[in-house]
């Protein structure tokens, strides 16, 4: 069974920074693109970044461009996301994703991931 697993997630100020984990079993996505998404209260599920399967191409929302950087390591069938000079506005659940194959650009729509973690709560305080 696949499982996508999130961790690093939790309370921070304003200005701070967090690193998101996500560890997946059950396949190797070692060939096929990753990605972050976000879910504010009250708000539908966003995109946030994304990483093609060699890491070299990578893709991020305007409102994090700068301050967020997606990695991963295939060796250890893992994706990160290093979250810096965190505001507000980034409270969130973050969900970790992976697709079936790659892709040319790092996809943005939710529907071409196939796989998806339970989510991971990060919370700003102002």
């Known amino acids: 069974q696949v499982q996508l697993v999130e961790s690093g997630g939790g309370l921070v100020q304003a200005g701070g920074s967090l690193r998101l984990s996500c560890a997946a079993s059950g396949r190797t996505f070692s060939r096929t693109a990753m990605g972050w998404f976000r879910q504010a209260p009250g708000k539908e599920r966003e995109f946030v970044a994304a990483i093609s399967w060699s890491g070299i191409t990578t893709y991020y929302a305007d409102s994090v461009k700068g301050r967020f950087t997606i990695s991963r390591n295939n060796g250890q069938n893992t994706v990160s996301l290093q979250m810096n000079s965190l505001n507000p506005e980034d409270t969130a659940v973050y969900y970790c994703?992976?697709?079936?194959?790659?892709?040319?650009?790092?996809?943005?729509?939710?529907?071409?991931?196939?796989?998806w973690g339970q989510g991971t709560q990060v919370t700003v305080s102002s």
């Open positions: 994703a992976a697709a079936d194959r790659e892709y040319g650009v790092p996809p943005r729509k939710e529907s071409v991931y196939n796989y």
